[in-house]
């Protein structure tokens, strides 16, 4: 069985600080990997995905993840928040067998001006 | 090109009541998923259905079902509505090849009272 453990149920940085949100799965395969964001009252947004080859994987707005198998993370970085990201944050793991996701409990990310 | 459509985005239903959410997925797409999101379970995958055929199955009781026609739109259908069943529902379509990514609707927001 698949999961993915997401650390930090709410976390809070100052505008234009470094964000570090935090995922950690575990799978039997080969995993495919996703970043969503949620704003409030609306559907998710992939924000990047790793599936093979490059383990540094680069999204939308200035977000990126490196996959560290060793680690089995998929931590979600950007260099200097905006106010704009404040949002919820979902780390996935997909069945490979299927489009089934397996979803961590999410994170949500404050910006403090 | 048209995102994930889901309707309607909002119901008020009765305990005991049944009820049916629709999704059209974008043009193309032949997977469709069906998530619940609670704040207090998190996303929960429900079921998916790929070429009118149910392809995963989530852990819920049977009184969550779906169907998927030839066009590819999805409907789910929840019987016997309990309060616990008060959540965001959210569909997502794929195409259904190995290294794809699943395109979220912006959810139906199903209020049992």
């Known amino acids: 069985a698949q999961s993915v453990t997401q650390l930090g149920s709410h976390v809070s940085v100052s505008e234009g600080a470094l964000v570090l949100l935090r995922c950690n799965y575990s799978s039997s395969v080969p995993p495919y990997l996703f970043w969503y964001v949620q704003y409030p009252n609306q559907g998710l947004q992939l924000l990047l995905k790793y599936t093979t080859g490059a383990t540094l994987v680069k999204g939308i707005n200035g977000f990126e993840a490196e996959f560290k198998k060793s680690e089995t993370s998929f931590h979600l970085t950007k260099p200097s928040a905006h106010m704009s990201d404040a949002a919820e944050y979902f780390c996935?793991?997909?069945?490979?067998?299927?489009?089934?996701?397996?979803f961590g409990g999410g994170t949500r990310l404050m910006v403090k001006p | 090109k048209a995102g994930v459509t889901q309707t309607p985005r909002y119901l008020i239903k009765t305990r005991g009541q049944q009820v049916t959410l629709s999704c059209s997925p974008i043009s193309g797409h032949r997977s469709v998923s069906w998530y619940q999101q609670t704040p207090g379970q998190g996303l929960q995958f429900l079921f998916e259905?790929?070429?009118?055929?149910?392809?995963n199955k989530g852990n819920f009781p049977g009184r969550f079902s779906g169907r998927q026609f030839s066009n590819s739109r999805s409907e789910m259908n929840v019987s016997t509505l309990e309060l616990g069943d008060s959540a965001l529902y959210l569909c997502a379509s794929s195409l259904s090849s190995a290294n794809t990514e699943a395109f979220f609707g912006q959810g139906t927001r199903l209020t049992v009272v």
């Open positions: 259905y790929f070429s009118e055929t149910q392809r």
């Open positions: 996935a793991v997909r069945n490979n067998a299927g489009n089934m996701l397996t």
